[in-house]
Every structure is written in structure tokens, then in C-alpha cells.
């Protein structure tokens, strides 16, 4: 490729990378002989060359979902290129994702996201070469086009979507109805297909094929990602599982039902009496509820028959249902009925009687009212209850339940046990202002011993770094049921819960109130709520019932709104009137259970606050009361004794009167008699 042109230039064709260097140009005389050359001249040849790549990675490369890889560029060029790389356009840099030094570049912890293409660019004077490779992320399905819920009528097909993309393809889509797959469903088996593409189909649905479908694809990587959607199938209304017969108790009050399934709801349902219409209207005490069931508000013979209904609904109805018979049937009776209350230590036995007779015999439960009690406890053969070891959880209210196949009675009792740790006082109510809060609580059942109580508080932000031991408490002076606590932050959100304590030990924790302190004011200083509760509460029979009393409070920032009249039988609080007007002072309290002890306490109302309670007064419901002709002890009656005292006192100021009269008379005559002698 090199020759020499014009006798004394050198000419090269064909000019590559590797032709640049030092070339030296020397002139040889031919008739004279040197050792050395002298004449000699150097010249340095540049070749420019614009950039080319020695190494790519290859045009498709595959990881791992949570690995890592490494992509490297080489390019050779005059001058030498500078390598980047590029995604969807943008310059890639060096951070926590990825990682670029010298024509490398590392992404790390690959995700799905990280699929797509990465351009290698090797950029001179000369020019640009690129290469872009394509990332492929291996892992488990990611679901683009979940299922949608669906509603449709009986019979009709329904139709779910599930598109999922993955590397590699070799997707797999499975449905299931609620847990089950569809496939070991035995009615719906027959009716489902899934396509390719994952959807699945649901032909002439029934209404047992409701509920919620779940997609899950799989590629054999990871664990299948799942994507759920509802199924509503609307249908005329039908009767399901109507009972044989219908038994009902005779001389109580009664049910016929028609058990309805529709959707949408029934609206309404007909009935048929020994294969006539039924005309409810011409029974006494007969109604028909918004179910489509019939009241009878005592059952006698008249309710003997064979019934049949038929309900509807905005589709229509499915037809009659089948007849089924009434039969009269005694209720049952308690021949042996709980106590009232049963007091007893922890860790003793208790048996709490119960037995009841009837026709059919009855059956004998025991429950318990609110929270289950956790302890074992036995129901005898007779129907008593059987506390082998009694424990705190057993303590409040029980039922005995005595059912037959015509109704249920229920009879019930509470068990105090006495030697636990209190119970957790409820009804806490936390009221706050810029940097107080009033707590206030209702103190539970003290296990048999005095109690005392202790507010636990913390800062809600703070919970991230603290936990309930680290929330600050403060200690309640004298067995009160409130407490105000100061140091509180402005514009702060606060936790509250109440503990109480007796010489056995700590209770629960009550619930937590969570409250937002106000803003701490600037210019005016924050006003003073003051509430006291109300004052001297009385209570005295009569006999349209109890005349309860009281004087509104004595100090109150602002107007009384309504006072709260509580009362209890037992150690549990319930409100008799919550709204009695802020002027009234007393209540009458109607319709007492007889036998039995009460008492009572008025709270008042301001501004969303509740005063403490007041005193609390005690009456029993058996207390002897004289109608208004009774003569009292001493023998006369209470008009009589009243007009006897009226008159005493009358004559007594007549006298009294007339004596004055007498000595005024007395005096004016002497100063008479006193003039005419002078």
C-alpha cells in the first residue's frame, strides 16, 4: 500500500488505524558511501478514525427478578471516544440503582420495572457509534388487566378478564371461587372455561355461582400474584328450605315465615291458607313484616292450617313454595329459675340453677351477655350451670335459654366474683384544650376490693419510637372518675387509656381515646371551663312512681344545655332521659320493676361537656305509700290535721291581736283622765 510518488513522496492507499507513527525521509548519494546518515528529515502521521466497538454485550440479556447485572461497552476511536449509556433517552448517571464507570454499566436489584432497552453510545469529533441492548427480567406474572366486578341475571353468561405479562411466557392462568379452583366446584365445573389469554367464562350462571373469583397466573417463578373480583347474579325471588312443618307455641306471640332468597330484594310476598288466599286483615293481632313474614301477636287455633308463599321481587318470582302445616306446641316453662345475683370467690365452684319443662322437652343453654367468657363452664343434665373454678372473665350478666321446637324463654342472673384484679373501666372520654386534658371514665367492677385508678398518656408521633411502657401516668387522687391532665403540647395528638388497680393487682388496660390538643392562643388567654355537677338529689316515692329532684349546678361557664338522669339495679349504669330540658329540676320515673333497689344521678350538659354526677340517692320499689284517704297513726287524716293546726294558729293571732288593742284602749283613756284633773 506504500510507494513513493514524484520521486521523493510517499504515497500510502488504503490509510488503517495501525499506519500511525514517526515515518523518516533520507537522501542517499549513490557515488559517495556514509557510515551514518545525516540528512535524514521525521514526520508523524495522524490517523483520525471515528469510533467503533470491540466489545458490546449481546443484543438480549436475561436476570434475575432481586439480582443484579453488568453491561460493558468497548470502543476504539481517534481521538479516543467517550462511552455512555442511555435509557428511553435520558443520560444515565451513577446512583443507589445503577452503577457507571468507564463504559460499564451495573443495575442493581432488578425489577420488572428494569425491563426494556439500554443504549451504549461512544461519542468522538469523528462521529457516534450505538448499540442497544434489551434487558429481560425473569420472574413471576405481573397482572396488567385485572378482573372487574360484574353483575348479571340468572342464566345469562358472565365473563372475568385476567392479563398478566412475565419472562418467560410460559404462562398459566388458574380461577378460584372464594378458596376452592373452579374445577372442584361440582355445578360449576361444567359451566366454567378459561381461554388463553387468561379470561374466564361462566355460562348461564346460577344464583349459587355469586361470590368473589380469584385470578392467579404462573410461569413457575415466585409465587403467583392474585387479583380478585365479584360475581352478582340477579334472579327472581324464591323460597329456599321452607321447614315441613311450622311450629309455634300457643298463647305467646308468633312467626309464620317465608324464607325468601332474591336479589334484588323482595318486595313483596302473598300467602295461601289451606290453598285460599290468605286476608290478614281479618285477624285480630295478625301483621305482615317487611320480610313478608306474619306476626301473630297471640297464637290461638285460629292459626292452624296449611300455609303457602310466594314472594317477589323486581324480576318476579320463582313460584309458590310447598305447603307446610302449622302445629300448636306448648312453650316452655321454667320450673326452677336463677337468682338474681350470685357472690362468689374466685376459684370456688358456682352452680346456678335452671330447669324448665314443656312440650316437646325443652333444651337448656347457658350464655353469656356481651363478651364470651374464656372459662370452661359445664351445663348439668337438668340445665344448671357449673362453674367448677370460677374465674374473672366469668363475672356479669348470664342467660339461661330454654328452647323448643315452638320458641325460646330466657331467664337471666349476674355472677359477681369477688378476689380478682378490677376490670377495665369503660367509657372513656377525653375532652382537651391547648395544653389540658379532662379524662373521664366509667370505673368497672372492682373485684371485691377498693380501687384505684392511674391515667396512662403518650404522644401519637412518638409511637414509632416508643411503646406503651414509655407513655407517662399520672396517679387519680381519691377513687375520682376523672382527671385533668396538665403539660400537654399545642396542636398535638394524644393517647389516653385508664388502668385501676386493688391490692390484688393491676386490670386491663381500658380502650385507648386518641384526641387532638387545641392551638395555644396568642393574644387572649384561653377561658376557663368550669362545670360543677348538680346538687342535692332527691328521690321520693309516689304513687305514679319515683319524683326525683335536684338544684342546677352552682358554678357553670355557660348554659346548661339538658341534664342526664341515670340509674342502676346492679353495678352497671343506664340512662333513664338524656335529654330533659336545662330548665326542669325534676323527673318522674315511670314503671318500676318491683322488688327491687334503685338508684339514681343527674349529670348536667354544657357544651358537649358532662359534669361529674351528683350525689346519688337510693329507693326501693316496694315502699309502702298511703293513698291520699288513709288515715295516718294517731287517727286522723292529713286535711283534717292540717285545718286543725290553721285554725290554733288563727286564734292564737286573734288573741294576741285583741290583748294589744286592749292595752292601746287602756293607755289612751289614763291620758284622758290625766288632762281633766290638771
Not at 373454678?389 to 356479669?396: A, I, N, P, V, W
Request: glycine share 6%; with cysteine.
Amino acid at each position: 500500500r506504500a510507494s513513493l510518488h514524484d520521486k521523493s513522496s510517499l504515497r500510502i492507499e488504503n490509510v488503517r488505524s495501525d499506519d500511525q507513527g514517526w515515518y523518516e525521509c533520507k537522501v542517499l548519494m549513490l557515488e559517495q558511501q556514509y557510515d551514518t546518515f545525516h540528512n535524514g528529515s521525521w514526520v508523524h502521521l495522524t490517523v483520525n478514525a471515528p469510533p467503533t466497538f470491540t466489545d458490546t454485550p449481546s443484543q438480549y440479556v436475561e436476570a434475575k427478578e432481586g439480582g443484579s447485572i453488568t453491561l460493558t461497552c468497548t470502543a476504539f476511536g481517534n481521538p479516543k471516544p467517550s462511552v455512555s449509556w442511555l435509557r428511553e433517552g435520558s443520560l444515565m448517571v451513577s446512583s443507589a440503582k445503577y452503577k457507571v464507570s468507564d463504559g460499564s454499566l451495573t443495575v442493581l436489584s432488578i425489577t420488572r420495572e428494569d425491563r426494556g432497552a439500554y443504549t451504549c453510545r461512544a461519542f468522538s469529533p469523528q462521529g457516534e457509534a450505538i448499540h442497544t441492548t434489551r434487558l429481560l427480567v425473569q420472574g413471576p406474572p405481573f397482572i396488567v388487566s385485572p378482573p372487574e366486578n360484574i353483575t348479571v341475571n340468572i342464566s345469562q353468561d358472565a365473563f372475568f378478564t385476567c392479563q398478566a405479562e412475565a419472562y418467560p411466557r410460559n404462562l398459566t392462568y388458574t380461577w378460584f371461587w372464594e378458596e376452592d379452583n373452579v374445577f372442584f366446584k361440582n355445578d360449576l365445573k361444567r359451566r366454567v372455561s378459561i381461554l388463553i389469554d387468561g379470561s374466564l367464562i361462566i355460562a348461564q350462571v346460577k344464583p349459587e355461582d355469586a361470590g368473589k373469583y380469584t385470578c392467579a397466573p404462573s410461569n413457575s417463578l415466585g409465587r403467583p400474584p392474585t387479583a380478585s373480583a365479584y360475581l352478582t347474579v340477579q334472579y327472581p325471588a324464591r323460597v329456599v328450605n321452607m321447614p315441613s312443618v311450622i311450629y309455634v307455641a300457643i298463647g305467646l306471640p308468633g312467626f309464620i315465615r317465608c324464607p325468601v332468597d332474591a336479589n334484588p330484594p323482595v318486595t313483596l310476598v302473598k300467602w295461601k291458607k289451606d290453598g285460599l288466599p290468605l286476608r290478614i286483615d281479618k285477624y285480630p293481632g295478625w301483621s305482615q313484616m317487611d320480610d313478608g313474614s306474619i306476626r301473630v301477636a297471640e297464637v290461638t287455633e285460629d292459626s292452624l292450617g296449611t300455609y303457602t308463599c310466594m314472594p317477589y321481587n323486581a324480576l318476579g318470582s320463582m313460584g309458590w313454595s310447598p305447603p307446610a302445616p302449622l302445629v300448636l306446641k306448648d312453650p316452655p316453662k321454667f320450673s326452677v329459675v336463677p337468682g338474681g345475683e350470685y357472690r362468689q370467690e374466685a376459684g370456688r365452684e358456682l352452680v346456678i340453677p335452671c330447669e324448665a319443662e314443656g312440650d316437646p322437652f325443652p333444651n337448656i343453654t347457658w350464655r353469656k351477655v356481651g363478651k364470651p367468657s374464656k372459662s370452661k363452664h359445664n351445663v348439668l343434665p337438668r340445665g344448671s350451670l357449673q362453674f367448677k373454678s370460677l374465674t374473672k372473665e366469668d363475672h356479669g350478666e348470664w342467660e339461661c335459654v330454654a328452647t323448643n321446637v315452638a320458641t325460646s324463654i330466657t331467664a337471666s342472673t349476674h355472677v359477681q366474683v369477688i378476689g380478682t384484679s378490677p376490670h377495665a373501666p369503660t367509657s372513656v372520654h377525653a375532652v382537651a384544650s391547648s395544653t389540658l386534658a379532662n379524662v373521664s371514665w366509667e370505673a368497672g367492677y372492682d373485684g371485691g376490693f377498693q380501687q384505684t385508678f392511674s391515667v396512662w398518656y403518650g404522644h401519637v408521633l412518638k409511637r414509632e419510637h416508643l411503646g406503651p411502657h414509655d407513655w407517662l401516668s399520672i396517679p387519680v387522687p381519691g377513687g375520682h372518675d376523672w382527671m385533668v391532665v396538665p403539660g400537654l403540647e399545642p396542636e398535638t395528638t394524644y393517647q389516653f387509656s385508664v388502668l385501676a388497680q386493688n391490692k390484688l393487682g393491676t386490670g386491663p388496660f381500658s380502650e385507648v381515646v386518641t384526641v387532638n390538643t387545641l392551638v395555644f392562643p396568642i393574644s387572649t388567654p384561653e377561658p376557663l371551663v368550669l362545670l360543677t355537677p348538680p346538687r342535692c338529689l332527691t328521690a321520693n316515692r309516689t304513687q305514679q312512681g319515683v319524683l326525683l329532684t335536684w338544684i342546677p349546678p352552682a358554678n357553670h361557664t355557660a348554659p346548661i344545655q339538658h341534664y342526664v338522669m341515670e340509674f342502676r339495679l346492679g353495678e352497671r349504669w343506664e340512662v333513664l332521659d338524656d335529654s330533659i330540658p336545662a330548665g326542669e329540676t325534676e323527673l318522674l320515673g315511670r314503671d318500676l320493676i318491683q322488688e327491687a333497689w334503685y338508684e339514681f344521678r343527674v349529670m348536667a350538659v354544657m357544651d358537649d361537656m358532662v359534669s361529674e354526677p351528683s350525689n346519688v340517692v337510693g329507693v326501693s320499689s316496694t315502699d309502702f305509700f298511703p293513698p291520699p284517704e288513709m288515715v295516718e297513726e294517731r287517727g286522723l287524716a292529713r286535711p283534717v290535721v292540717a285545718g286543725i293546726v290553721a285554725t290554733i294558729c288563727f286564734l292564737a293571732a286573734a288573741v294576741l291581736f285583741s290583748t294589744m288593742a286592749a292595752c292601746f284602749v287602756n293607755k289612751q283613756r289614763r291620758r284622758k283622765l290625766k288632762r281633766k284633773r290638771g
